[in-house]
């Protein structure tokens, strides 16, 4: 899964994390699916928490749903896990940016398989079949639609950056933790896709709080 991967300093958190991960005991792939075997989600979880047991380490988890709004309005949700320590540490990663989905039964399978893909990265659980070449090719596809999502934010952005009154700009980019020197085409166009849509909500907050249409 191509992931984003936003790295604080947890020394106890990696230290545990390090424990629990040569507990882990890879849950069997009991599913099919058009790709090969995999694991279901409640399988992921249990041998999460099984290795976290078998440790001794206070480790949990949980998981949250983002929107994101692509140029042309299209909502694209994605799936973030938390890695949470008793120290107060937190480790956030982003999965893969997935469609709602157009009937209920499609949008819980693919919230499923987006949990399953986000949790998987986390605590490094292989819960599908990678030798499938067919899986190489869906992922590879599902990357090339993710940067795409990711380039249209950004597009976004820079049109709503030259809209924002300039004496705002510090405080839009603070948003995300920088500056406005990071007002330029190298730094922006290095800017997740999550993270452009949060700068952006900030400049269209500017824009709409001085009265600019």
């Known amino acids: 899964m191509n992931k984003t991967i936003e790295w604080r300093p947890t020394p106890e958190l990696n230290e545990d994390l390090v424990k629990?991960?040569?507990q882990l005991v890879q849950p069997e792939k009991t599913k099919k699916g058009h790709f090969g075997?995999?694991?279901?989600?409640?399988?992921?979880?249990?041998a999460i928490r099984s290795a976290i047991k078998a440790a001794e380490v206070p480790l949990s988890y949980s998981q949250s749903t983002i929107a994101d709004l692509t140029a042309n309005g299209k909502v694209v949700l994605q799936v973030v896990t938390d890695i949470i320590h008793a120290s107060g540490e937190t480790l956030h990663i982003e999965g893969m940016p997935y469609e709602?989905?157009?009937?209920?039964n499609q949008t819980m399978a693919n919230?499923?398989?987006a949990k399953r893909g986000s949790l998987s990265a986390a605590f490094g659980v292989v819960a599908d079949d990678d030798d499938d070449g067919q899986a190489i090719t869906a992922l590879k596809q599902e990357q090339l639609k993710q940067e795409e999502v990711r380039k249209a934010i950004i597009a976004r952005l820079k049109e709503k950056l030259k809209e924002a009154p300039k004496e705002k700009l510090?405080?839009?980019?603070?948003?995300a933790s920088m500056t406005e020197k990071n007002n330029n085409t190298t730094d922006l166009d290095k800017l997740s896709a999550n993270r452009a849509s949060l700068i952006s909500g900030a400049a269209i907050f500017a824009i709409n709080d001085a009265g600019i249409k």
């Open 20 to 22: 629990m991960q040569a």
């Open 111 to 113: 919230l499923t398989y």
């Open 100 to 104: 709602q989905g157009t009937t209920l």
């Open 37 to 46: 075997p995999y694991a279901a989600l409640d399988d992921i979880d249990r």
């Open 170 to 175: 510090p405080q839009i980019f603070a948003t």
